[in-house]
Antibody, heavy 120, light 106 residues
């Protein structure tokens, strides 16, 4: 059974840093692209980072230069290092597995989410 | 950046209704569009990928169509368990979600 379990969420002051982890199980983690997607309370979904199976990364402008996605295939783990946090980064952060073929890609498994609150 | 305009933002529905949600892309994304369902307090769940392909295990009352800039998601006969918020997502370059459509019981 595929499982993704996030951890590391919590309360952090503006300007602070936080590192989220996502423990994967039930599939060959190293063979899959992985993403972090966030959702502010009562709002929609926003993609915040991508890491390919080969280690290539992508970020939207909203977090570029502040967030870093990484992976440790040996430990089946995904990470999101978040620096210079602002109130606008307050959200539930989901890790998600991307099912990918040459013609399509979609997020077929998601974790339960980790709440990050940025407040003084 | 590619913008996704989803409508309506909310919809009052009854069991048995045919429900249609649209998603408009700001530029041609071919068929690079997915649809997700999200229930309160839960993670999103993939329903439709590549505009019209049904994810494994998803009931056939859900369907998707479209290409280019205009896409449609349909529930042919709404069931009580379909009350949720639905999102479109483009993956042409690189990823953007629509604002969501919340279904509410009339």
């Amino acid at each position: 059974e595929v499982q993704l379990v996030e951890s590391g969420g919590g309360l952090v002051q503006p300007g602070g840093s936080l590192r989220l982890s996502c423990a994967a199980s039930g599939f060959s983690f190293g063979a899959y692209n992985m993403l972090w997607v966030r959702q502010s309370k009562g709002k929609g979904l926003e993609w915040v980072s991508f890491i390919g199976a080969g280690g290539d990364t992508l970020y939207p402008d909203s977090v570029k230069g502040r967030f870093t996605i990484s992976r440790e295939n040996a430990n089946d783990s995904l990470y999101l290092q978040m620096n210079r946090l602002t109130a606008g980064d307050t959200a539930v952060y989901y890790c998600a597995r991307e099912r990918y073929s040459g013609n399509y890609r979609y997020l077929d498994y998601w974790g339960q989410g980790a709440l990050v609150t940025v407040s003084s | 950046d590619i913008q996704m305009t989803q409508s309506p933002s909310s919809l009052s529905v009854s069991v048995g209704d045919r429900v249609t949600i649209t998603c408009q892309a700001s530029q041609d994304i071919h068929k690079s569009l997915n649809w997700y369902q999200q229930k309160p307090g839960k993670a999103p769940k993939a329903l439709i990928y590549d505009a019209s392909n049904l994810e494994r295990g998803v009931p056939s009352r859900f369907s998707g169509s479209g290409s280019g800039t205009h896409f449609t998601f349909t529930i042919s006969s709404l069931q009580p368990e379909d009350i949720a918020t639905y999102y479109c997502q483009q993956y042409h370059s690189p990823y953007t979600f629509g604002q969501g459509t919340k279904l509410e019981i009339k």
